[in-house]
């Protein structure tokens, strides 16, 4: 279930025949927007973490890669692979409220932390529309997804994108969502240090 604003978001992205940039965070179900996408037709790529366990790794790929667009591990290689795939007019997806330990301090509820600024690097090099998506959990085992509208990146006196402060204005926005629903935020590890 959608917003009607959220599906209009969405037909737009998916028709206007440029890739984009999507991010998302840990609230509730967060692999629902690839299914999502995939299921609707958007051609979508997502960077996720695979297990450790390489056979876990493979069979789990397996099934996902089935219904959720192409798969792109976090491995020392995947900002050129989501370049690539950019470039060829893919939506590019991943989840960026992670602490990262040679990211880029940003605050975030008043405290600072690392975050990783891949989103606004790929952003700076390769043109393309940002936004947010995220997933909240409804009564009766149901969710909604929301796809907020464009996120214009920060930038400089140049008109160059100012990573960091880009990076910056994502973290707002989850920050903004976690506020909203605190309870639907799933993080373990320690996001402050």
């Keep these: 279930m959608s917003s009607p604003i959220s599906i209009d978001r969405?037909?737009?992205l998916r028709d206007d025949g440029k890739p984009a940039l999507v991010f998302a965070s840990h609230l509730a179900n967060w692999e629902m927007p690839a299914l999502a996408a995939?299921?609707?037709?958007?051609?979508?790529?997502?960077?996720?973490?695979?297990?450790s366990i390489d056979q876990v790794d493979r069979?789990?790929?397996e099934i996902r890669?089935?219904?959720?667009?192409i798969l792109v591990p976090t491995t020392l290689d995947a900002p050129v692979k989501l370049?690539?795939?950019?470039?060829?007019?893919?939506?590019?997806?991943?989840?960026?409220?992670q602490y990262h330990s040679r990211g880029i301090e940003?605050?975030?509820?008043?405290?600072k932390t690392r975050a990783n600024s891949m989103l606004a690097r790929l952003a700076h090099h390769i043109p393309c529309p940002i936004h947010g998506v995220r997933v909240i959990r409804l009564p009766n085992h149901r969710f909604r997804i929301d796809l907020t509208d464009e996120i214009e990146p920060v930038r400089?006196?140049?008109?160059?994108?100012?990573?960091?402060?880009?990076?910056?204005?994502?973290?707002?926005?989850?920050e903004g969502w976690v506020r909203e629903y605190p309870?639907?935020?799933?993080?373990?590890?320690?996001?402050?240090?």
Excluded: C
Excluded at 183 to 193: D, F, G, K, S, V
């Design 59 to 61: 069979i789990v790929r």
């Design 183 to 193: 309870e639907q935020w799933l993080w373990m590890h320690r996001r402050w240090r």
């Design 83 to 97: 370049a690539k795939l950019l470039e060829r007019g893919v939506h590019v997806g991943m989840l960026v409220d």
């Design 106 to 111: 940003v605050t975030m509820f008043g405290r």
């Design 156 to 174: 400089d006196a140049d008109g160059t994108i100012d990573q960091i402060a880009t990076t910056q204005k994502i973290t707002n926005v989850i």
């Design 10 to 12: 969405f037909l737009r």
């Design 65 to 69: 890669q089935a219904n959720m667009g």
């Design 38 to 51: 995939a299921s609707h037709g958007l051609d979508a790529a997502a960077l996720y973490r695979g297990p």
